[in-house]
């Protein structure tokens, strides 16, 4: 079942900040956050294993509630090249590790000048 | 490195032919996967790979074949095409040796037509 996200899609003028929610009905290993700019491949942004936060890189950042399996994204002080679509996966907890990420379908974020 | 690379890029069948989409790694990743971006839907994983030898299905694979002969190639094959499979396919790989799912890499993507 593919996590839900929200919103399905922002527009945000630069400098202005934002949060993209990942929410899934399983109980999760992992979440992990990507960006696909128009017609080009997915682009990894960070992984959240359950009880930790990471920092990515420039002003992105997340966190990772194991209890509710959510997960937000936040994107701060946006920039033009933060324009894009942002996916989270999910990989479910199991045994001996899934190897299986599902998506969400995607929240559509367009910041312009 | 190339990173990872898909051919063609581009590629229309009539419904009923048969096709190979390649997908080909060169960072020695264990992991590889495919999987499919329709509009709206996000990314489907339909097969999977942990190694040479190895495969197992995802969420969507009916339809698809895929082989793993080699730790750099992870061919995927249409048995007989269908509408239903005009597609943006993307193939993908990661240093995953066990555990969670590391980060990973995505080719360009093959965009596939089937009228």
């Known amino acids: 079942q593919q996590p839900v996200q929200s919103p399905q899609a922002v527009i945000l003028r630069e400098g202005e900040d934002a949060v993209i929610n990942c929410s899934s009905s399983?109980?999760?290993?992992?979440v992990h956050w990507y960006r696909q700019k128009h017609g080009e491949a997915p682009i990894f942004l960070m992984i959240l294993l359950k009880g930790g936060e990471q920092k990515g890189h420039d002003k992105i950042s997340a966190s990772f509630n194991e209890k509710k399996q959510q997960s937000s994204l936040y994107l701060t002080a946006s920039q033009l090249s933060y324009s894009g679509t942002y996916f989270c996966?999910?990989?479910?907890?199991?045994?001996?590790?899934?190897?299986?990420?599902?998506f969400g379908k995607g929240t559509k974020l367009s910041v312009i000048p | 490195n190339a990173g990872v690379t898909q051919t063609p890029k581009f590629q229309v069948l009539k419904t009923g032919q048969s096709m190979t989409l390649q997908c080909a790694q060169d960072?020695?990743?264990?992991?590889m996967s495919w999987y499919r971006q329709d509009p709206g839907m996000g990314l489907r994983l339909i097969h999977y790979s942990v190694g040479a030898g190895i495969t197992d299905q995802g969420e969507v694979p009916n339809g698809y074949n895929v082989s793993r002969s080699t730790t750099e190639d992870f061919p995927l094959r249409l048995l007989s095409a269908a509408p239903s499979q005009t597609s943006v396919y993307f193939c993908a790989s990661s240093y995953s040796k066990q555990g969670p799912l590391n980060e990973q890499y995505f080719g360009p993507g093959t965009r596939l037509t089937v009228t």
């Open positions: 960072m020695n990743h264990e992991y």
């Open positions: 996966g999910t990989e479910p907890r199991t045994g001996a590790g899934s190897y299986q990420l599902t």
């Open positions: 399983k109980a999760l290993y992992s």
